[in-house]
DNA sequence: TCATCATTTCAATAATCGTTGAACCAATGA
DNA sequence: TCATTGGTTCAACGATTATTGAAATGATGA
């Protein structure tokens, strides 16, 4: 469409007005944003990265981060509640999961994409 | 691949380590992270939209949200620096736009996946 | 039931982040 | 050159967020 239209600031404010009507849905922005925010943090998005290679519980992931369990629960808590992962009972072990192929597919493009971009970057161009 | 297998509680610990060796390239998880980050607040994320559809100076997009300047540059900022948007200048203005279609799918996926993620969850499940 | 192990919650602290207005810089036209 | 308009940077403040250890919860097996 027209993602790369002209810029608007020739125009009269009124034209813009009319042209800029399909205000965002908010409530969809903000759950959008939540959900960026949970990936945003770097010792998240490696616990992600983690669990890309397959479910594990809190204190296996504890191990594998060099972390205390209870640091490790707080970050699936917000990974869990942007609905990132899930979680499941089993015997005395919590096991974590991404939720969906969805997420994987985040995660994997996320970091695919950081890899290349250091050296030109496809978003410098 | 193996993305949903076994939780790993149940071996032992060198089976484990073994196996977990492609530890993540920690800049490129960074740099994800960074990305992520910035499309982590609702009015940076909103500001985005805009832009998604076409570029725009830094006072028309200031008059769209209603707030300063400064804010607005602010956020653009944090944008920038996360390759999110490019600029350039033209006369007295300067234009953002979006840094490429890879960024506007990001967008609009996000937009749209929280939109539908209200009522069932595809992420829930 | 008791002891133990795995996990979560709580509360306090430290660190980070977003916003704001003022000061500053850049381009233009008089 | 000066005044004006558009944009950025700076510094301070308030708000949010991450981390930590201690206390609480849940499940298991003796």
Known sequence: MNSQAEPLCEESHS???DRRKPRVDEAALGRAAELFAALGDPPRLRLL???AQGPAC??????????GMSTISQ???????ASLVRRRRQ??????????????DLV???????S???????YKE
């Open 15 to 17: 034209d813009r007005r």
């Open 49 to 51: 990265a983690l669990l």
């Open 58 to 67: 809190v204190s296996d992931l504890a191990e594998d981060e060099q972390e």
């Open 75 to 81: 970050r699936l808590k917000v990974l869990r509640s």
């Open 91 to 104: 015997g005395k072990h919590v096991i974590y999961a991404l939720a969906d192929q969805h997420v994987v």
């Open 108 to 114: 994997f493009n996320a970091l695919a994409h950081a």
């Open 116 to 122: 290349e971009a250091q050296v030109v970057g496809k």
